[in-house]
Structure formats: C-alpha cells, structure tokens
C-alpha cells in the first residue's frame, strides 16, 4: 500500500473521482471507444483530428529524451474551436484523464533536438482564475491564477482531439497528425 504504483493509483482514482472546475467538463476513460464517444460528445461532431507530440527516438537512449528542445519556424494554430485533452494515467490498466476547457487555444509546434525533427501539441489556457491557486504552474512561473495565459506542451503518448473544421493542416515529417 505504500509502493510507488500504490501512490499513483490513488492519485488517478481521485483526479478521476474529483469534481471539475467552473468552464471544464471531465471524464477518465478506461477504453478508445470511450475516449471517442466523449470527445465526440463534447466537441459536437464525429469528424475529428487527433494531435499528439511526436518525439524522434531512434537514434536517443532512455537518458537523451530528457533534452532541450528548440522551437523552429512552422507553428499552426488550430482553428478548432475547442478541443479536448485526454493523458495518460498511471494505473494497472489504460485510464485516460479526458478534459474540454473552454477559454483555451491549440498549437502544433515544430521542435528541433539535435537533427531530428519532433512536433509537440500545444494548450494555451486564457483563463486560469478557477484553477488551484496552489497549482504548481503558478509558483514555476510566478504568476496567480487568471493573470496569465498559462501553455504547456502534452507529453508524448497524450492526446489531443480537435474537430476537422481546421481550413489548412500541414502535412510533413514534423506534424504529428495521427488520424483523420
């Protein structure tokens, strides 16, 4: 009960379990028809993207992954209206924490390591006044909740959907576009 595996298994239970905050609704799902069957409710169409951050590993260790990253030219904004997170939880089965905040922006990004090119999705969050004040973004970046636009990239293996309403997406080695 006191292991590591125990730790983050309670810590997914009560994300899962806990209510959301104003502006966000939010599901934890246990299975790819539930992720699609949500995020089909929530953006109101079955006619989606799916971004994802998209890290070169071919030629890295384990050890190389941990890295700096630089931004290169070529960043799209999706045109999508709303999108809908969905991460990765630590559990002994698939349990994805699945969010739609509104107030927010979307981002592909281009990004340079070495001579590999890697893209990462990107949130942008415009309003932040109903999160935790004690949320550690806000002591990294020194700022209070609702003052800022807080972004953030989404780690490989997390997910973000998008409705198909974006006019022009790029297609090349750098943009992780993973179904259409």
């Given amino acids: 009960p006191h292991s590591p595996q125990a730790f ?3 810590e997914t239970l009560d994300l899962c379990e806990s209510p959301a905050i104003k502006g966000e ?3 934890c799902a246990t299975s790819l028809e539930s992720m699609v069957d949500f995020t089909t409710t ?3 169409t079955n006619s989606l993207n799916v971004l994802s951050t998209l890290v070169h590993q071919e030629k890295r260790s384990k050890q190389q992954l941990d890295q700096s990253f630089v931004v290169q030219p070529g960043i799209v904004k999706m045109e999508s ?3 809908v997170a969905c991460h990765s939880k630590l559990y002994p089965y698939a349990v994805f924490y699945c969010h739609k905040t509104m107030d927010s922006r979307s981002y ?3 990004l340079m390591a070495e001579e590999d090119g890697s893209s990462a999705a990107v949130v942008c969050h415009d309003d932040t006044s109903h999160w935790d004040p004690r949320h550690a973004i806000f002591k990294m970046l020194g700022v209070e909740p609702g003052t800022k636009p807080i972004c953030h990239f989404l780690p490989p293996h997390h997910f973000l959907w ?5 006019p022009w997406l790029p297609t090349s080695k750098n943009i992780s576009l993973l179904a259409s």
């Fill in 108 to 110: 592909i990004v281009p």
């Fill in 42 to 44: 929530q953006l109101g």
């Fill in 8 to 10: 983050a298994m309670k």
């Fill in 25 to 27: 609704t939010r599901f």
């Fill in 81 to 83: 209206p709303a999108a």
């Fill in 162 to 166: 998008v409705s198909k309403q974006q």
